[in-house]
């Protein structure tokens, strides 16, 4: 008796070749993945160095820096997809003086409950470029901070006034 054995069919075959295929295509998507945030990052480069820029604040600025107020402040925190924990900080900014602003930059301070400062974020409000602060007027903006330390006491930050551009 000769035993005869089953012709391989062409299902077996495309079987063993799924996993190849499989990680193939896990590498592609890692790699558009990785450019994506290589490109995203080149981008913001020249936004933030933007940001960087010093505005004056000898003293005329100092005397008029006490005519920003901000009130209505409000703290979110969210988590992204890769596990990174934001906190927004949404807060309403007012020109209580007589001149018009059109450059704000300020310090964002984050406290431990002893009150020393664990986190200082530098944030330009309003730019040269963007429509002049007038007199009397108010505006809500949302800042987005990254990284705050677990020693935060989750208490409002404190804001306060490093450069302004008058007129």
Request: aromatic letters at 8%.
């Amino acid at each position: 008796m000769t035993s005869v054995q089953p012709p391989l069919n062409s299902s077996s075959r495309r079987g063993s070749g799924f996993p190849a295929a499989f990680a193939i295509g896990v590498v592609i998507c890692l790699i558009i993945a990785g450019a994506v945030v290589l490109v995203s990052r080149h981008s913001s480069a020249p936004q933030r160095a933007a940001q960087i820029e010093k505005f004056p604040f000898g003293p005329a600025e100092q005397a008029y820096a006490p005519n920003i107020h901000f009130t209505k402040v409000k703290l979110a925190r969210a988590e992204n997809f890769l596990g990174e924990e934001f906190t927004y900080v949404q807060v309403t900014i007012a020109n209580a003086g007589t001149q018009t602003v059109h450059g704000l930059s300020i310090n964002l301070e984050f406290n431990d409950p002893f009150k020393q400062v664990i986190l200082r974020d530098s944030e330009q409000l309003i730019r040269p470029t963007d429509t002049p602060f007038q007199p009397g007027e108010q505006r809500g903006l949302q800042i987005t901070i990254g990284g705050i330390p677990a020693q935060w006491n989750h208490e409002d930050p404190v804001f306060k006034v490093t450069g302004l551009i008058l007129k």
